[in-house]
């Protein structure tokens, strides 16, 4: 939805800021009035605004002088200002009109369609760069997620390494030293253990490898990655889960997009498991002409309306990892409740390797 951007008509006569509303009204724009420069300077201070319109010729305070006191304002550097006159129309008046911080000019009679044409341009450049300080913003929240996401991510692994391989491996350390112990009777029985122990070590490291990275991703493709992640997360977490597919003998994706694919299902998995108090979770793919459709869903809790509509401070660094992925592909993530549960809608170019 466009995000309304607010419009500042400043004039003493109230029918000209009629006028100007009516020609206005068309851009469907927060339009605000004022009918001096006291009343002007009010509103700026309280609200956001992206263009003002200035008439010159005002009692009190001229149009150039209170344009001049709002561009000395630290806040209002870049706020477009825009006369209309209908007596100072030479070019010095017009002069003086830029160098108290004007961008435009207008003269009595006002055309409507150049009006409007004028306003829509600066009130576009504004949206435009508050849109791009909202993804920046957006950005840096990410990044800091990230790190600290990374640095949760060492921390777990260390932890595992320690506590689990490592604790295998100096299980298996003391009963090989027990094998070189004078008596020989426990001799078999040792080893036997120790190999016990070691193939638990080996199957420890080689389960964290394939899900820091399935080889089956690189080898057979997503959906054998998939499929084996699917039975893996019955099996850890008992929730149901199951993989639809269409068409059911679904094609090799190029390798990059495939990666990206399984990160995204593999996140969202995730998020199922730790936070959804789900039973069931259902997956499934689709070619739909030159698209990729992916679609979890699950029969959990759901999440906050602030979570759906991608608010950044309420978006973990998963979710908006997710979306950057899917956005350097040209797709679109979408996310909903779907009460019960949560749904979320992948939709990305569809490409062959």
């Keep these: 939805m466009k995000k309304k951007i607010n419009i500042l008509m400043v004039d003493d006569q109230p029918a000209k800021l009629l006028s100007y509303e009516v020609m206005l009204s068309d851009l469907d724009e927060n339009l605000i009035k004022a009918t001096s420069g ?14 003002v319109l ?10 150039f002088e209170l344009a001049s006191m709002i561009r000395e304002h630290p806040r209002f550097q870049q706020t477009a200002m825009i006369f209309i006159s209908a007596v100072h129309i ?36 504004h949206r435009q760069t508050w849109q791009l300080g909202e993804l920046n913003r957006e950005l840096r929240l990410l990044s800091s997620r990230l ?10 692994i260390a932890r595992e390494l320690h506590d689990g391989l490592g604790q295998e491996l100096a299980a298996a350390k003391m009963i090989l030293e027990g094998v070189l112990a004078p008596d ?29 990275h399935p080889p089956l991703l690189d080898e057979v493709g997503l959906i054998s990655a998939l499929r084996w992640y699917l039975e893996g997360l019955t099996k850890r977490s008992g929730i149901e889960s199951s993989l639809d597919l269409h068409p059911s003998d ?3 994706l190029a390798s990059d997009l495939e990666t990206a694919a399984f990160r995204v299902i593999q996140e969202c998995l995730t998020n ?28 959990g809790k759901g999440v906050k309306s602030e ?18 992925r899917i956005k350097e592909f040209g797709g679109e993530v979408r996310l909903k409740n779907a009460n019960p549960g949560t749904l979320v809608e992948v939709v990305v170019p569809f490409r062959s390797p």
């Design 38 to 51: 006291k009343e002007a300077l009010e509103l700026l201070l309280k609200n956001d605004i992206a263009v």
């Design 272 to 299: 199922v498991f730790r936070h959804s108090k789900a039973r069931r979770v259902w997956v499934a793919l689709a070619q739909r002409d030159s698209q990729l459709a992916i679609t979890v869903r699950d029969d």
């Design 184 to 212: 020989r009777t426990q001799f078999r029985e040792s080893v036997n253990d120790a190999i016990t122990t070691v193939d638990r070590a080996i199957q420890q490291v080689r389960s964290m490898s394939h899900l820091l």
């Design 250 to 252: 679904f094609p090799r």
């Design 54 to 63: 200035l008439d010159v010729s005002m009692p009190e305070l001229d149009g």
């Design 147 to 156: 790190l600290a996401a990374q640095d949760a991510e060492r921390r777990r």
């Design 307 to 324: 979570v759906t509509e991608f608010s950044p401070d309420s978006l973990g660094v998963g979710i908006g990892g997710m979306r950057q």
């Design 90 to 125: 030479t070019d010095r008046d017009r002069l003086a009109g830029y160098e108290s911080g004007g961008v435009d000019y207008i003269s009595v009679p006002v055309i409507p369609e150049l009006l409007r044409a004028k306003v829509r341009l600066f009130a576009d450049l």
